[in-house]
């Protein structure tokens, strides 16, 4: 009698060990923000699979469960905000090189346009020409004259149209640059809002 109630002692004392031995972090459910201790450790829930690690979306070196998605999502906000940087410099540089651009084809435009006038004007007297020619040779030279300035003006219209299509295109890419800042801004918040749902401590 006295052997069965040592022995039932002794597998008492051994199952209490074991049941101190388990670890503490086993009756805490794991979720994002939740403490860990092992930096890269993985493990799998009912709520999908998390990570120990640190948040990129905040500067504390606190090591916290966060969900594999919370953790994408965060690095993707992140590098977002960091290839911003450069992209805003880019197009800040960007800004002088086309307003130089500008200037230059909008002082083209304007010699052209004075070419095209004047074709224009010469034109309809080089046609009046024709009707007071009193030799063949006369009409023959007349009729060239129109035909020169005829081929002058719609050279001249055909560069006018192609500078104005570059002048738009340089006002566009200026336009672009300019708002680019506020629609990075607008694309990073959303980016660190979206990463800061999915990161929601508890979940």
């Not at 209490?16 to 092992?38: F, R, T």
């Not at 500008?102 to 074709?119: F, G, P, Y």
């Not at 006369?138 to 060239?144: C, H, N």
């Amino acid at each position: 009698m006295f052997r069965k109630i040592a022995s039932l002692s002794v597998a008492l004392v051994v199952a209490g060990g074991v049941m101190i031995a388990v670890p503490a972090d086993a009756a805490v459910k794991i979720s994002n923000g939740v403490a860990c201790k092992k930096s890269g450790q993985t493990t799998k829930t009912s709520g999908g699979t998390y990570r120990c690690t640190t948040n990129p979306l905040t500067s504390s070196k606190k090591l916290t469960w966060l969900s594999l998605d919370c953790v994408a999502a965060a690095n993707d906000a992140v590098k977002a905000r960091t290839n911003a940087t450069k992209t805003l410099a880019d197009f800040k540089a960007q800004i002088p090189v086309i307003d130089l651009s500008l200037q230059e084809q909008k002082a083209v435009l304007l010699s052209i346009q004075t070419k095209l006038n004047e074709a224009n004007m010469r034109l309809p007297l080089a046609q009046a020409k024709i009707a007071t020619a009193k030799t063949p040779a006369d009409k023959a030279e007349f009729e060239k004259a129109v035909r020169l300035w005829t081929a002058a003006s719609r050279a001249y219209a055909s560069q006018v149209r192609q500078v104005e299509g570059a002048i738009k295109r340089l006002e566009s890419a200026r336009l672009t640059a300019v708002n680019k800042p506020n629609e990075l801004a607008s694309s990073i918040a959303d980016a660190r809002a979206s990463a800061a749902l999915i990161c929601t401590k508890g979940f």
